[in-house]
């Protein structure tokens, strides 16, 4: 019996008897669920603890070079209430443009960019001069990730400039609530200068959403973007 250490008559088993990692998963006695074993600073088992919970799952991962949009199409379900939505890197083919952010039902086929689609109001502090801003649009095409427009407020395009972006998609799921969404945004842009935003604001409309979109006011984008389920448990 190979996986024994010489040892091939036994009433029982002691640990010296087993060759090292010779026990697979399979052979292993079953324990609880959500429970994780700690080990010590020699990498022996010591107990097994309830895990904490919580946490993000990456749910997809898209690269644009480009893009006219960027489009999760039916990435949003109810295995999750809340979505994490996060860009990086992102440069304009346009400068002074602002960044976007749409909903669809239907996988993508059709986003809602009805004229009283969207609700949102939108704080911060633009690249270009420094001015404290505050706007809303209570009626809008879409939700604005990047805050607000204003005169060269928006993402530039030269050799260096960026913007990131992270927003929290609530309850797309849910046909009692509104979709809802707070995001936080970083601009590099007019002037050399730096801008950060604030955002939040609704779908308004109790329906299921399942995809979601982020596109330019004018002109394409490119950038790396990521979409993580927030985990309950």
């Not at 087993?18 to 026990?23: G, M, Q, R, T």
Request: with cysteine; glycine share 12%.
């Amino acid at each position: 019996m190979s996986f024994l250490s010489g040892r091939t008559s036994l009433t029982t088993v002691n640990t010296s008897d087993i060759s090292d990692d010779a026990i697979t998963l399979a052979k292993m006695a079953a324990g609880t669920a959500n429970y994780n074993i700690l080990y010590d600073g020699s990498g022996n088992p010591t107990e097994a603890v309830a895990s904490s919970g919580g946490g993000t799952v990456l749910i997809s991962s898209i690269s644009a070079s480009n893009a006219a949009s960027v489009d999760f199409d039916s990435a949003l379900s109810s295995t999750y209430t809340g979505y994490l939505l996060v860009g990086v890197g992102i440069t304009p083919a346009t400068t002074d443009t602002q960044l976007y952010l749409r909903v669809s039902s239907d996988g993508g086929s059709n986003w809602d960019d009805g004229a009283s689609d969207y609700s949102w109001v939108g704080a911060g502090t633009e690249p270009g001069g420094g001015t404290s801003v505050a706007r809303y649009d209570f009626a809008d095409t879409h939700f604005a990730l990047s805050g607000a427009p204003g005169s060269a407020s928006g993402m530039w395009n030269d050799a260096v400039s960026n913007t990131s972006f992270s927003c929290i998609i609530s309850h797309p799921s849910d046909t009692t609530l509104y979709t809802s969404f707070n995001a936080t945004c970083s601009i590099h842009g007019w002037s050399n200068e730096n801008g950060s935003k604030i955002a939040s604001g609704v779908r308004l409309a109790a329906a299921a959403m399942n995809s979601v979109q982020v596109l330019a006011e004018s002109g394409n984008i490119t950038g790396r973007f990521n979409l993580y389920g927030l985990a309950n448990s």
